[in-house]
């Protein structure tokens, strides 16, 4: 999987939590596995991400077994682009031909299971991030609770904004991070 995901990648992701019926999303899933690769470069305790999106619950061991296998390759590819700097990087998120309130719900959702994985282990608090680190975390918190207005074009917009501005407060994160354990 490369670090640029399609939308092919978050329908798969999709179906895959749907059959091992884990209640989650695949945007949220994706949040907390980079919340988890920054928990780790922060606390240096390996997070079990499949525990953490309770892949545990479902029907079958081979639903469950595909869901955890494609979960360790969204890690490992998204880690990769994390440390690649070379802002490959990107949020799975549902593509343009979704309605606007999805893609708005799939960014909080997205920044809530980024939260829920970087403070997994209660290893890490958000003050105990520097100063742009913990800001962009506590946007991401208030970001969980986004809405959209009711001016579509301009809604557009901002949600584009968001998106980018996620993007690049996950980078800046991350990076920080890394410079703390260097």
Partial sequence: MNPTFS????DRLRAALLLADTGHNASKVHGIICGAICNQLKSGRQVDVNNLVSAVAGNSNESK?????????????SQQSLND????FSLLLPGDEHELLERTEAVGQWCQGFVFGLLS????AIDQLSGDAA???????AISKAEPGDDREQDEWALAEIEEYVRVGVQLIFEELQDDVA
């Fill in 85 to 88: 700097r070379d802002l490959s």
């Fill in 121 to 124: 282990n209660r290893a890490v």
């Fill in 135 to 141: 800001e962009i975390a506590r946007d991401f918190v």
């Fill in 7 to 10: 939308n092919s990648d978050y």
């Fill in 65 to 77: 077994g595909a869901l955890e296998e494609f979960i360790d390759s969204l890690y490992e590819s």
